[in-house]
T-cell receptor
Framework: GEDVEQSLFLSVREGDSSVINCTYT??????LYWYKQEPGAGLQLLTY?????DMKQDQRLTVLLNKKDKHLSLRIADTQTGDSAIYFC????????????FGRGTSLIVHP | KAGVTQTPRYLIKTRGQQVTLSCSPI?????VSWYQQTPGQGLQFLFE???????NKGNFPGRFSGRQFSNSRSEMNVSTLELGDSALYLC??????????????FGPGTRLTVL
């Protein structure tokens, strides 16, 4: 079955880079997502990557995928206080229902 | 386009009561999924509706049910409420095209408190 794990907390200083890590269990054909949840709001899809890719960059966000270790990371460059939120890693299986399975979420706290 | 809307945003009920939550998807989206979010269990998938039919289902007891109307709006019902049902209930809509990845767009959620 699917299982997605991520660390619960990360604290960084404003202007530094943040790296949020995630491990997943399923195999070959998988979509991997990063979602952001701000207080009192639903989830916002930040980016996604298919498991045959190694990297995806979108402005301040860089996603790195290590398929061998089933490890996914989200790097936020020049982290701002507005980036403080909970970040969820999620996985869905190509050819399945495509319903994502979510990790528990990483709370990112950005100090001024 | 208007986003996903959920009503009500906050709800307080007592044990044993039943509750109905509503979700209006983005115009043109035919799939609506429901999730329960709690601090202890994280985000758990409840069910997905597509074209008025339940297409996928998570591992929740029969007290949790849903339906979808011809305009794609969806309702979720929880009967015989328990304290453990206190959670943020999130709805997500997507185009629903089968056999391919569909981006999900989430609503702000309904915060249910059971006393």
């Amino acid at each position: 079955g699917e299982d997605v794990e991520q660390s619960l907390f990360l604290s960084v200083r404003e202007g530094d880079s943040s790296v949020i890590n995630c491990t997943y269990t399923d195999s070959s054909s998988t979509y991997l997502y990063w979602y952001k949840q701000e207080p009192g709001a639903g989830l916002q899809l930040l980016t996604y990557i298919f498991s045959n890719m190694d990297m995806k960059q979108d402005q301040r966000l860089t996603v790195l995928l290590n398929k061998k270790d089933k490890h996914l990371s989200l790097r936020i460059a020049d982290t701002q206080t507005g980036d403080s939120a909970i970040y969820f890693c999620a996985e869905s299986i190509k050819g399945g229902s495509y319903i994502p399975t979510f990790g528990r979420g990483t709370s990112l706290i950005v100090h001024p | 386009k208007a986003g996903v809307t959920q009503t009500p945003r906050y709800l307080i009920k007592t044990r044993g009561q039943q509750v109905t939550l509503s979700c209006s998807p983005i115009s043109g989206h035919r799939s609506v999924s429901w999730y329960q979010q709690t601090p202890g269990q994280g985000l758990q998938f409840l069910f997905e509706y597509f074209s008025e039919t339940q297409r996928n289902k998570g591992n929740f007891p029969g007290r949790f049910s849903g339906r979808q109307f011809s305009n794609s709006r969806s309702e979720m019902n929880v009967s015989t409420l328990e304290l453990g049902d206190s959670a943020l209930y999130l709805c997500a809509s997507s185009p629903g095209t089968s056999g391919t990845h569909n981006e999900q767009f989430f609503g702000p959620g309904t915060r249910l408190t059971v006393l």
